[in-house]
Each structure stands twice: as C-alpha cells, then as structure tokens.
C-alpha cells in the first residue's frame, strides 16, 4: 500500500522569505499523481498545484513550485516571497494513475502547519 | 466561490441523536467522497461513492452511512450519535474522467456530540 509521510508538523517563516515543505512517499507503482492542498483555518481546502510522475518537469503556479524527485520518491513544495495570507495546513496527498478502484482514491499526508511571521 | 455546499457548519447534539449531514456539488462530478478530520490532523476517507446508487467504505471504519441517489447529492447519517464522532467532516468531488482532476472540497461540518 502507499504512504505519504510529510515529517514537519509545523514550520514558520518570516514574510516575503521562502520556506519548503517536504513531502515523501512510498510506492512501488510507476505512474501516479501528486497533489499539494492548502487548509487556511475555519476555510474550504484547496488545490495549491499538482504533478504528474511521467513528466520530469517541476510543476510552478505563480508563487508555488514543486522540487520532485521520482527515483527519491520526493516531493517538496518551495514557497516564494511568503504571505500572510499563505498560513494554513498543507497536506501532500498521492492518487495512484491505476484504472478503476479504490486506488484512485486520495492518499494524504499528516499535514504541515505553516506559520507566517509578519 | 465554493461549488460543494455543506450543512450545517457547525452542530452540537446529544448522545443519541440521529444526524444527517448534507453535502451538494453543483459541477456534475460523478465522484463523491466523505472525509473525517480531528483538528490539526490528517484527513480519513469514510465513504465514497462512483456514482447514483454507487457507494463505498473508505479506508477509515465508521458507523455512519451515506446514499447517492442524485448525482449532486452525497449525505451522510448517524444513526445514532456519539461523543466519539466528535470531528469536523469534509465532503469533497471530483472529475471521474481524469486521474489528474483535483478534489473540491466543502467548507467542513463540525460536529460535536455532547
């Protein structure tokens, strides 16, 4: 079965400074899916960006970009010129690319609590 | 702008109440799910459904159920409630057509049994 392990429950960092949450994880499958999801407190989660294993190229969404590792079985998530607005819960969660299932299904992370100092 | 709607946001109820959770997308999605999440935790999947008439138990046992006899609606019930479903209960869907679409999550129902 697949794991996700992110191993910083919290991290803080100063505003307009970059900080990166680690993500790993545990599978024996080629072809999957990687997903960052952002909890802000009391509010609806939400996609920050996502990543597909066969493309080697690092997904980037204006301020968010992703470092992955395939053969490390990483997948860090680097956040630019920090924002108050970016303090919230970040789950990694891996969808495994297999047809039909419950292993399409969503397997997240524990969380990491990110904290933004002003 | 959230397109999946949960009521109520919050709930305080007796032991032994019988509760339903509502949960209604407006995006056609086929998939549904239902996660529980203790504060500042990681999120269980409890039920998810492929479909109308199209339901499962997720990875995390729970003694709630669910139905799924319109595609926009996914509730879920307990019979029977207990301080040990104190939690907050996310619904989310999602795109069935594409492994790469994201979930849409709801904005939560918290609940508390007393």
């Known amino acids: 079965a697949q794991t996700v392990t992110q191993s910083q429950p919290e991290m803080s960092v100063q505003e307009a400074e970059t900080v990166t949450l680690s993500c790993t994880y545990d599978?024996?499958?080629?072809?999957?899916?990687l997903f960052w999801y952002k909890q802000p407190p009391s509010r609806q989660m939400i996609l920050v960006i996502r990543?597909?294993?066969?493309?080697?190229q690092n997904a980037t969404e204006n301020r968010f970009s992703v470092n992955f590792q395939k053969a490390a079985k990483s997948f860090s998530l680097k956040i630019s010129d920090s924002q108050l607005g970016d303090a919230a819960m970040y789950f990694c969660a891996y969808r495994s690319a297999m047809y039909g299932g419950s292993q399409g299904n969503l397997i997240f992370g524990k969380g990491t609590k990110l904290s933004v100092k002003p | 702008e959230a397109d999946i709607y949960q009521t109520p946001r919050y709930l305080v109820i007796g032991t032994g109440k019988k509760i339903t959770l509502e949960c209604s997308q407006t995006m056609g999605h086929d998939k549904m799910y239902w996660y529980q999440q203790d504060p500042g935790m990681e999120l269980h999947l409890i039920h998810y459904s492929y479909g109308v008439n199209s339901t499962e138990k997720g990875d995390l046992s729970s003694e709630s159920t669910v139905s799924r006899i319109r595609t926009e609606h996914f509730p879920l019930t307990l019979e029977s409630a207990r301080p040990s479903h104190t939690s907050q209960y996310l619904c989310?869907?999602?795109?069935?057509?594409?492994?790469?679409?994201?979930?849409?999550f709801g904005n939560g129902t918290r609940l508390t049994v007393t």
């Open positions: 990543q597909e294993a066969y493309k080697q």
């Open positions: 599978t024996s499958e080629s072809d999957y899916y």
């Open positions: 989310a869907s999602s795109d069935a057509s594409s492994y790469n679409s994201p979930l849409h």
